[in-house]
């Protein structure tokens, strides 16, 4: 009867940390969210308020970085409302979109830092010809969507892989989507 007791109460005492670990996920979680969603408006509405004076390739890949970050706030909040509603967690549905939006936000991003990277650096280094290279809008377009068609492929690919696996929710639920044989 003892034993009883005791795992009684440690049970209770393991659903109270995992409540106040559930509270502080999800408060960490909509901070971020918020923050995200508020510092990404802003950097869009000044780059189409101030459009006249703000062209260019850093311009435009800034915007794209500040829409791909934007995603990844949407990638927060599917998070929150899985953290809020524990029966969303077992829904392969919301689990794999869930991935998929977070992927992609977060490979777009990783990819348009690089790309303004590399575009700065031509800019220091090679001056003229970057100017005259960086005011042909189509090749930068074109650069642009290779940019979210990659990271689009690079999860989307990966994700419906492992939809037909039956380890889905398993695999989700620790944020492995991607096979291990990739």
Not at 20 to 25: G, I, N, P, S, Y
Not at 132 to 160: D, E, G, N, Y
Request: glycine content about 6%; overall charge positive.
């Amino acid at each position: 009867m003892n034993n009883t007791t005791e795992s009684l109460a440690v049970g209770s005492e393991n659903d109270v940390q995992s409540r106040k670990l559930r509270v502080t996920r999800t408060f960490i979680l909509i901070t971020l969210a918020s923050t995200t969603y508020l510092g990404n408006t802003l950097i869009l509405v000044s780059l189409k308020k101030f459009s006249k004076y703000l062209k260019g390739t850093p311009f435009i890949l800034m915007g794209n970085l500040a829409v791909a970050d934007l995603l990844l706030a949407i990638g927060l909040s599917l998070e929150v409302l899985g953290t809020i509603f524990l029966s969303l967690e077992i829904n392969t549905f919301f689990c794999v979109v869930k991935v998929i939006v977070t992927g992609v936000s977060l490979g777009t991003s990783g990819k348009l830092l690089i790309f303004i990277s590399f575009d700065r650096f031509c800019a220091i280094m090679f001056p003229m010809k970057h100017l005259t290279h960086s005011q042909k809008s189509r090749c930068r377009t074109i650069h642009i969507a290779i940019v979210w068609i990659i990271s689009v492929l690079f999860v989307l690919i990966p994700a419906f892989v492992n939809l037909r696996s039956s380890k889905v929710l398993e695999d989700c639920n620790f944020g492995k989507m991607i096979p291990d044989g990739m």
